[in-house]
């Protein structure tokens, strides 16, 4: 059992691989096998901002404690900006 809206991990995964909006639509309706309403595209566009600041967040906390020889500044960055254009897309 999962406690998580399949539409956070498809935001994540959309993100991840730079989808376009052609692409988001139609990994939502082969992931629902329908084409998404309206109420379904919103709670996508508001998942998808959570995901990617959720992100930001890991990266964020990785960016102190983690000894992984990885540029998390950059990575906090990448998601930071994810966030912001999510967000004006919801907001």
Request: proline residues 3%.
């Amino acid at each position: 059992m999962s406690f998580n809206s399949p539409l956070f991990d498809l935001g994540g995964l959309a993100a991840n691989n730079a989808l376009d909006a052609g692409e988001e639509h139609r990994m939502l309706e082969r992931y629902f096998g329908e084409p998404p309403g309206e109420a379904r595209l919103a709670s996508y566009a508001a998942m998808k901002c959570a995901s990617a600041l959720r992100e930001a967040m890991w990266s964020m906390v990785s960016e102190t404690r983690s000894e992984i020889d990885f540029d998390y500044v950059a990575y906090t960055g990448e998601n930071l900006e994810r966030f912001e254009r999510a967000w004006e897309a919801v907001a």
